[in-house]
């Protein structure tokens, strides 16, 4: 009778040299390694004026954010705040300095920030954003903003947030957050 065999990692041990309980294959030794997302994005201004998108998607649907999304596999992360440009607000950027670096342990993320400068004034909602406009950085809707993090990230490229942050736990956004 032959021996029924296993569909991938499906054992929770700790593996030989390690530290933490992991999933791993019982028929190969494959580890499966459950590490944080980087979600990369850009403070992308023209002048005086900073780009935001409105959200089409969940979570925080309605609310504003800078252009920002996963990393993708074998891009960097410059170039991965660029197409998340591209891809929520149709606009050409050059990246520039990185703003910031801020955790959010509780959901297994890191986001990086950079300033970018449009190319161009041409923009427009990517499949992602319900609107994208510029705003004067007094006029950013602050109360509206997604995100801890885009608030941080605007707030570092105005020169008044933090470079490194970790993200206020479960309250946010009903309390928990100091801005």
Known sequence: MPTQRKA???VECVPEGDTRLR???PDCGYI???????VVGAVCTLG??????RRAIEPRRGFWTAPAGFLEM???MAAGAARETWEEACAQVEIGALLGIY??????QIHAFYHARLTAPDFAPGVESQEVALFAWKDVPW????FPSVIWALK???GVGPVLAVAPDDSWPHGGFDD
């Open 74 to 76: 074998g891009e960097s």
């Open 48 to 53: 005086a004026q900073v780009l935001l998108c």
């Open 143 to 146: 109360a509206e903003l997604a």
């Open 8 to 10: 991938g990692p499906s």
């Open 156 to 158: 570092q490229a105005s």
């Open 32 to 38: 499966a390694y459950d590490n944080p997302k980087i």
């Open 23 to 25: 999933l791993v294959c």
């Open 103 to 108: 955790e959010v342990p509780r959901i297994g």
